[in-house]
T-cell receptor, first 111, second 115 residues
Framework: SQQGEEDPQALSIQEGENATMNCSYK?????LQWYRQNSGRGLVHLIL?????REKHSGRLRVTLDTSKKSSSLLITASRAADTASYFC???????????FGKGTSLLVTP | GAVVSQHPSWVICKSGTSVKIECRSL??????MFWYRQFPKQSLMLMAT?????????EQGVEKDKFLINHASLTLSTLTVTSAHPEDSSFYIC???????????FGQGTRLTVV
């Protein structure tokens, strides 16, 4: 069942600006993952953050996790037009390892 | 990273016919694979968990007799949409993961259009 809820639903920024997307979830998790999807394509894994971690970095990506608030954020710094895509958070609970996806944030980066 | 190959990438079929979608893990053994469905501008909804050598586990509201899943080997899971109808038109994506604390690898997805 769907658990994550992202906001905003859509975000439009200019190249060079930072983009922040937030994700909230409802139940306890084992880990939370962020994925990117270009229109009509499969998903690409970005970052996995475990429930005992608070922050992770990967290149221009920074993910935070606050288990007390059941929320996570994805920050893309110095955005590029090529970052235009939909971004989804997905949670994995301790009872299985199916991904439960949020509704996603549609990011548009204009040159 | 690991590669999951999904085939076909798109298919158009007539109402009432059946369509089979294949999901292969190319460089690792996947005892468990997952099938998702995504409607336009919506998120991915888990349909079922495919377990090698045993019956699939379906999510609530997903008809197991309509969406037949077979996971006969550690590298192949298939989803067959039986007696397809226009409302089954959607984007179907499979994924495989090595375990609960590892990333999942997704196939390229299959866009099914039923006319």
């Amino acid at each position: 069942s769907q658990q994550g809820e992202e906001d905003p639903q859509a975000l439009s920024i200019q190249e060079g600006e930072n983009a922040t997307m937030n994700c909230s979830y409802k139940t306890s998790i084992n880990n939370l993952q962020w994925y990117r999807q270009n229109s009509g394509r499969g998903l690409v894994h970005l970052i996995l953050i475990r429930s005992n971690e608070r922050e992770k970095h990967s290149g221009r990506l920074r993910v935070t996790l606050d288990t007390s608030k059941k929320s996570s954020s994805l920050l893309i710094t110095a955005s590029r037009a090529a970052d235009t895509a939909s971004y989804f958070c997905a949670t994995v609970t301790n009872s299985g390892y199916a991904l439960n996806f949020g509704k996603g944030t549609s990011l548009l980066v204009t040159p | 990273g690991a590669v999951v190959s999904q085939h076909p990438s798109w298919v158009i079929c007539k109402s009432g016919t059946s369509v089979k979608i294949e999901c292969r893990s190319l460089d690792f053994q996947a005892t468990t694979m997952f099938w998702y469905r995504q409607f336009p501008k919506q998120s991915l909804m888990l349909m079922a968990t495919s377990n090698e050598g045993s019956k699939a586990t379906y999510e609530q509201g997903v008809e197991k007799d309509k969406f037949l899943i077979n996971h006969a080997s550690l590298t192949l899971s298939t989803l067959t949409v039986t007696s397809a109808h226009p409302e089954d038109s959607s984007f179907y994506i499979c994924s495989a993961a090595g375990g609960p604390s590892t990333e999942a690898f997704f196939g390229q997805g299959t866009r099914l259009t039923v006319v």
